[in-house]
């Protein structure tokens, strides 16, 4: 179940100085660390479906085989499938390397959109709160803005060197502020995107089955499952483009549409 959004602000010597809940959770204690228990589940199930589904994608292949069939195929396409998202928003020159992590990026999310939706986690009692999709959680989808930002600063600073920060005041040294700020606040916007659509789809479904269990939320369901692949293209495609803007210099022709 659901409980209202709460928030709280401290200041003094705490050094929590905002917090933001939605739901209740089942928290793990590691040391000095609290993390969410349930998100931590539902994270592994999906690292593991998706090793799972390369290693028997990858047994199934034959050294003499030209053409690939069945689960093999579906793989191959899965794989090129990435590599086009990350050829058109990095450019030809570089995209091979990215390929990892903007698929990595893919496949985590459809995944655990996909179990989101398809699994009945709910049947599965905690001591508090509930199993549900790892991207419903805030902690999660800010996490992978992070490893989103760093990326784009990553490849901007090993493509171009110092020379990267000179964006910032090529227009305008005053605007160096807002570019800052921009850098931060692209990946953060994909994040909240993210949450705010797979939560509300586990809302909408949830209230929809307390209300007319029977098959009006059929209907949510498949458009929820829709919804989610498109969430998966959108944050992967647009952290392709953020990684293909920081390489992308004056007289550079490494990004290309």
Known sequence: MIDPIT???SIGSQASFAALEVGKHF?????NFTVHGQV????????????????IGASTAKADQRVPAGFQNF???ALEYVQSIAKDQ????HYREWVPF?????????VSNWLGALVPWKLIELPEGELAAPTSDINTTIALALL???AYFYAGLSKRGLEYFTRYIQASPFLLPLWVLEDFTKPLSLSFRLFGNILADELVVGVMVLLVPLFVPLPLMILGLFTSAIQALIFSTLAASYIGEAMEGHGDEGHEH
């Not at 990095?90 to 020159?93: V, Y």
Request: net charge negative; glycine share 12%; no cysteine.
């Open 27 to 31: 928290y793990w204690e590691f040391g």
């Open 148 to 150: 989103v930002s760093l």
């Open 40 to 55: 931590l589940i539902v994270s592994w199930v999906v690292m593991g479906a998706v090793l799972v589904a390369g290693l």
């Open 102 to 110: 903007v698929g990595s990026l893919f496949l985590f999310i459809f």
């Open 7 to 9: 928030f709280s602000y």
């Open 75 to 77: 793989m191959e396409y």
């Open 90 to 93: 990095i450019g030809e020159k």
